[in-house]
């Protein structure tokens, strides 16, 4: 090494040192990001969850100038796709769609990851199940329908809106347990989604339903159904003809399916502000609003502390919901 280079690599060496010691960060670190990055979805393309995913990466690569990829990775009840966003390298470059079933699975004994297992971004949805009846129900109100079923026996109601052990399951069992009720007091009858639980209510099959009311939302238009009330804390915009359970009957309870953006644990502080501060312009965009709002999709808006924190809340709602039906594993 000639005098000449070694002058060269010392000076670069201590302009190093001293921008470590006045806190300035490696040029790379401020270029994230420099290459793609890769969005999972534990879901099937073109459901709600995708649709979501999609517009909030097209807007992320508007902000951010690179590609942000959406990969679909389906398979065991959402185990495979979240398995894939917990397991990639903590570096920015693999994130993906977070789902209520995150806090619903290790409960179920089909995976050991937790909320806890990530780097949570930010929350940006949520969607309170509504409580629907055929449109020919005798019940008009949900209280109506509540003390109806109070005075019924074990099982004589039946109700569907997913699978055994879903989201809309757990939801009537909170209810059933908000009222004091056993978990079992309306029996479930499982079903591949909502859609064909709507179908089955409007067929007079079924006494009622718990899923969103935007997933309702075709039957009732057509006049098949009505939603009694939401299990929420405040009523959507969307449906401000549908009360919640607090105005309707006195009960306070609030539940829902909510999607959010994390990443594999420990990833770079400094990269996970900059992917919450463009979240946050995501969110606040007239794109982003618009979209879910014509879909009558929920949006709420928690910053990576407040979706932890949110989605812990959750994680213990639903093991005791699961507790209760039957469905947790010891």
């Known amino acids: 090494m000639s005098k000449l280079t070694r002058r060269a690599f010392a000076a670069s060496s201590a302009a190093v040192a001293a921008s470590a010691a006045f806190g300035f960060k490696p040029a790379l670190a401020q270029a994230y990001p420099a290459r793609p990055v890769t969005v999972i979805v534990p879901w099937g393309a073109g459901g709600g969850t995708d649709a979501t995913a999609r517009i909030v990466a097209a807007l992320l690569e508007k902000d951010l100038g690179q590609p942000f990829n959406v990969v679909n990775r389906t398979g065991g009840s959402g185990v495979v796709g979240h398995t894939a966003i917990a397991t990639a390298q903590p570096d920015g470059y693999t994130i993906g769609m977070l789902t209520v079933e995150i806090s619903m699975m290790h409960w179920q004994g089909l995976t050991d990851l937790t909320p806890r297992s990530y780097t949570p971004l930010a929350l940006m949805n949520e969607d309170p199940p509504g409580i629907q009846v055929s449109s020919s129900s005798p019940y008009k109100t949900v209280k109506e329908l509540a003390d109806a079923i109070k005075a019924a026996p074990p099982g004589k109601f039946k109700a569907s809106g997913t699978g055994q052990g879903g989201i809309w399951h757990l939801a009537l069992v909170g209810w059933m347990q908000a009222m004091g009720l056993p978990a079992n007091q309306v029996a479930w009858v499982p079903s591949n989604g909502a ?22 939302r075709a039957i009732i238009e057509a006049g098949k159904a009505k939603s009694l009330a939401i299990m929420a804390p405040a009523r959507n915009p969307v449906f401000p003809n549908v009360p919640t359970l607090r105005e309707s ?25 900059k992917l919450t501060a463009a979240l946050k312009k995501v969110y606040d965009s007239a794109e982003f609003k618009d979209f879910m709002s014509n879909r009558g999709f929920g949006t709420v808006w928690g910053d990576g502390g407040q979706f932890g924190s949110f989605m812990d809340k959750g994680d213990a709602q639903m093991g005791e919901a699961m507790k209760a039906a039957g469905l947790a594993k010891a």
């Open 195 to 216: 859609a064909p639980a709507m179908q089955d209510l409007a067929a007079g099959g079924l006494d009622l339903t718990t899923c969103s009311v935007p997933e309702a």
């Open 249 to 273: 009957m006195g009960v306070d309870y609030s539940t829902g399916a909510w999607r959010g953006i994390g990443a594999p644990k420990n990833l770079p502080p400094e990269i996970t502000a």
